[in-house]
Structures are given as structure tokens and as C-alpha cells.
């Protein structure tokens, strides 16, 4: 691998309130722990990120008097859609997912931990004031390419990988580790268009693993098991 560009793995919020069970699942959540332990053989340098909140958070609807989840607020300035309580830190929502292999994970990044402002990215909260240290850590390690995974695919990853692009690394979204909530029906297609007008390249498991990338038709791209659309 002397040779190569340095490539580390990101696995975004594999926690248990992203699964279904858990307080803002994506549906088929816990598919994405196969994909991620296998994943995990082929790269040397593995990294989670974990949503990580106050229990008062503020992007919490239960934050905010006669609020519900789904609503959209302005804090200070930036669009705020509230949530369910989630990933409440110390709590059981906020573990990673059962079967989730922790050894090759080097480092953990933690996020969404100031009460005031929401953190989808990895990298920096929405506002782009504080940073993680992802992007010190990966430099650090000359990393020059990122391929990510993980939940939500219209939310942590898509923000995870848009802001990979703006580091400038050399994107891959692997997209069958990768599954959505859909707060509104098609955000994961929206994301995915999204993510790859910014740069990414939108990989399967198997192509991050031998290293080729190939483009996947759009319609098979939005992430769910082909058992979850049988209607
Ligand atoms: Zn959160």
C-alpha cells in the first residue's frame, strides 16, 4: 500500500437511536453493521464520528414549548429542524450499534455537543465554528481520500461527505452501508444527487473494497435493501 494515497474509513452515527428500536431510526438501520465490519478489514485507518447531545439540546423539539418533531425553527439565523430527544449523552440511544466491531476503530469524534447549535457533519457544526478534529486527525495522518458510511444517509453522511469534499478529500460515500430516515419522501435520492453534484463518487461495499469505483444507476441508489421496497 506504499505507493497508494492514504485512504481512511468514516463510519457516521452508527448508534442504537438510528436503528430501528431507537428514537430516530433509518429504516433498515442495522444492515449497515455487516457492511461496516467488512468494511473495516480493508483499511488501515478507521474512524467513528457519534452524535453526542446535552439532554436539553436545542435541536430537540422537546427544547422548545408546543414544538413536535419535524417542526422547523430559526436558531439564530439557520433553519433548525427539531427532532426527537436522540443520542442524549451517557444514554443507551447513544451506544453504538450492538455487533458493531470497536477494535479497528482508532478514534471516536464526537458531536452535536453544545447545547445551542446542531452537528450533522463530522467535521464542523452546522454553522461551521467548531471543528470535531476530524479533518486535523486525517491530515495528520495524510489521508487524501475518505470513504464513508453509515446513518443517516440524508442527514450525517450526506453533511459528512459535503464537508469531506470542501477538506479536500477525495470522496466515497459507500452507499449499501448507508441508510436514511426520509423525514420527507425522496431526501435520500435528494442527498445522494446532492452529494455527487458536489464531487462524491457514490461506491457499493464491494468496489470500496478492490478499489474501483463504478457508477450505479440512479434508481438503485438510495440506499434500502432491494427487500425493503417489497410493497
Ligand atoms: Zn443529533
Not at 168 to 185: M, S
Not at 201 to 219: K, M
Request: charged letters at 30%.
Amino acid at each position: 500500500m506504499d505507493n497508494q494515497q492514504q485512504k481512511a474509513l468514516i463510519l457516521v452515527d452508527i448508534q442504537k437511536d438510528f436503528v430501528p428500536g431507537g428514537a430516530l431510526p433509518a429504516e433498515g438501520g442495522r444492515e449497515v453493521v455487516p457492511v461496516a465490519n467488512r468494511l473495516m478489514e480493508t483499511f488501515d485507518l478507521v474512524v467513528a464520528t457519534q452524535d453526542w447531545h446535552p439532554a436539553d439540546h436545542l435541536s430537540f423539539a422537546s427544547s422548545h414549548e408546543g414544538k413536535e418533531a419535524g417542526d422547523k425553527i430559526e436558531l439564530e439565523g439557520l433553519e433548525q429542524i427539531l427532532w426527537p430527544d436522540h443520542c442524549v449523552q451517557g444514554s443507551e440511544g447513544a451506544k453504538f450499534v450492538d455487533g458493531l466491531r470497536m477494535g479497528p476503530i482508532k478514534k471516536v469524534f464526537k458531536k452535536g455537543v453544545d447545547q445551542e447549535i446542531d452537528s450533522y457533519s463530522g467535521f464542523y457544526d452546522n454553522r461551521h465554528r467548531r471543528a470535531t478534529g476530524l479533518s486535523d486527525y486525517l491530515r495528520e495522518r495524510e489521508v487524501e481520500e475518505v470513504y464513508i458510511a453509515g446513518l443517516a444517509t440524508d442527514v450525517c453522511v450526506k453533511y459528512t461527505a459535503l464537508d469531506a469534499i470542501k477538506e479536500g478529500f477525495k470522496t466515497y460515500v459507500v452507499i449499501d452501508g448507508c441508510r436514511g430516515v426520509n423525514l420527507e419522501a425522496g431526501d435520500v435520492d435528494k442527498a445522494i444527487r446532492e452529494m455527487k453534484d458536489a464531487g462524491a463518487r457514490i461506491v457499493r461495499a464491494e468496489e470500496a473494497e478492490v478499489e474501483v469505483e463504478v457508477e450505479v444507476e440512479a434508481e438503485n441508489l438510495d440506499g434500502r435493501h432491494p427487500r425493503a421496497s417489497q410493497a
